[in-house]
């Protein structure tokens, strides 16, 4: 009996060797294998599986029983579960967008996975200032065809109750109700608050009854509003690209929850990569270019998610009742409003909570990245307090520009 069959353990570099030799039968028997651990998330472990030989090579991803960024979260290594099965699922969905998924393992909480090492992290690749023009399209053709065929409005009622049944994912929605809903909004221990920034969180943040009102309402919605099945987390960290292709990676806070949720992480993401460039690059014709097309690729994401969902909407829509007229407007609305707070509440969690973006952690300039913040939590309060009025990509940038024009 393998050491792998007797029970759970987190495992190392050799053990995944092992693994790979004496479980996985994916690789030549006279394979010349390598392995590495590259994961830098805050919450698994991630190896890369390598033969020398035939060039081919894996990914593996380890579950652990705790959080990474620090041991105070214990998650179930369950959550690998959800992972593959969503992974499996939005293959099903929009192929071309996910990574597939060669095999799950349960008592190793662990899972198998195409290696994706020719695309790089899109965090780190706008950071460098480069450009990749079919994002916009890949993006959102991913999130309508995931979020709207995943809906009551085109799934079986029955059928789409099994999946939120499925996708019950107590511990990692916890996470996000406390880091993105509640801890950013007072004076919470375990925020990581840079102290340039903190007066005016106080201020202008935790002492503003009615945003804090806002944010109450709004975390009961993501709670309760079972609306489409989330990928739960995804920012620019959860995505790996390059110039022709982008992929979805790291879903395991999937849920059924509001579909804003996954829009709102993608354009808060873009306004760090613009803080970013506005805070760290030096050459104005540089920073004028590179802002000019994070601001067209963000208008472009709100846009064509506009277009596409309504197109699929006209295609897929079986529930009799959503063929009202009328009711698609009324859905698409509430879906922006959200997609509005949500980005807000990502904007303002990675300034003052316990998970920072490195877009802004690493402007060097002190006083550039004070600027930086002040500027993302104007934005985020701004949108969560003006959600109900931003419907277009033009809506949010302008909110963006006039923040950047009043924090000098
Ligand atoms: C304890 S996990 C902290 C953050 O990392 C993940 O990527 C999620 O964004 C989560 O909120
Ligand atoms: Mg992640």
């Keep these: 009996m393998s050491k792998f069959s007797k029970g759970y353990f987190t495992m190392k570099e050799a053990d995944v060797l092992e693994y790979a030799k ?15 651990e590259i994961g830098d998330g805050n919450l698994n472990y991630v190896f890369r599986i390598a033969d ?10 380890q579950a652990g029983p705790c959080a990474r960024i620090s041991e105070e979260f214990k998650v179930s290594p369950d959550r690998n579960r959800i992972e593959s099965e969503i992974l499996q699922l939005q293959y099903q969905l929009a192929e071309e967008f996910v990574p597939k998924v060669f095999k799950y ?12 090492s020719d695309h790089v992290i899109m965090r780190k690749a706008l950071m460098e200032y480069k450009k990749f023009p079919l994002f916009a399209d890949h993006i959102t053709t991913f999130m309508a065809r995931t979020l709207l065929l995943t809906s009551d409005v085109v799934m079986d009622h029955k059928a789409k109750k099994a999946l939120v049944k499925n996708f019950i994912n107590p511990e990692l929605c916890e996470i996000t109700e406390d880091l993105v809903y509640t801890e950013p909004f007072f004076d919470c221990s375990r925020n990581d608050v840079f102290s340039a920034t903190r ?6 943040l935790w002492a503003d009854e009615t945003l804090l009102l806002e944010t109450a309402k709004l975390k009961f919605e993501f709670m309760t509003n079972a609306q489409s099945l989330l990928h739960g987390d995804l920012h620019t960290g959860s995505i790996f690209i390059k110039e022709d292709s982008t992929k979805v990676i790291d879903p395991e806070f999937a849920f ?8 709102g992480n993608v354009i808060a993401n873009l306004i760090f990569a613009y803080e970013h460039a506005e805070a760290a690059l030096e050459d104005q014709q540089q920073k004028m270019d590179y802002k000019g097309w994070l601001e067209e690729t963000i208008i472009q994401v709100m846009d064509l998610f506009v277009q596409k969902f309504m197109a699929l909407w006209k295609e897929h829509a079986t529930e009799r ?5 009328g009711f698609d407007n009324y859905y698409l609305d509430n879906i922006l409003r959200d997609t509005a707070a949500v980005a807000g509440c990502e904007l303002c969690r990675r300034i003052l909570g316990i998970a920072h973006v490195k877009d802004i952690t690493s402007i060097e300039n002190l006083e550039k990245r004070a600027r ?8 985020g309060k701004t949108f969560i307090l003006q959600r109900g009025t931003l419907k277009s990509g033009r809506d949010f940038m302008d909110i963006v520009k ?3 024009e009043k924090i000098k």
Excluded: Q
Aim: contains cysteine; proline residues 3%; negative net charge.
């Design 321 to 325: 009742t959503s063929k009202y007229k």
């Design 105 to 116: 393992d349960p008592i190793m909480n662990c899972c198998i996975m195409e290696d994706l």
């Design 199 to 204: 007066e005016y969180a106080e201020r202008e």
């Design 52 to 61: 020398e030989k035939s060039g081919k090579s894996i990914i593996l991803k």
């Design 22 to 36: 004496d479980v996985l039968n994916c690789f030549d028997f006279d394979a010349v294998l390598s392995c590495k």
């Design 256 to 263: 059924y929850g509001p579909a804003g949720y996954d829009v």
């Design 372 to 379: 930086a913040e002040k500027i993302c939590l104007s934005i």
């Design 402 to 404: 006039n923040w950047e």
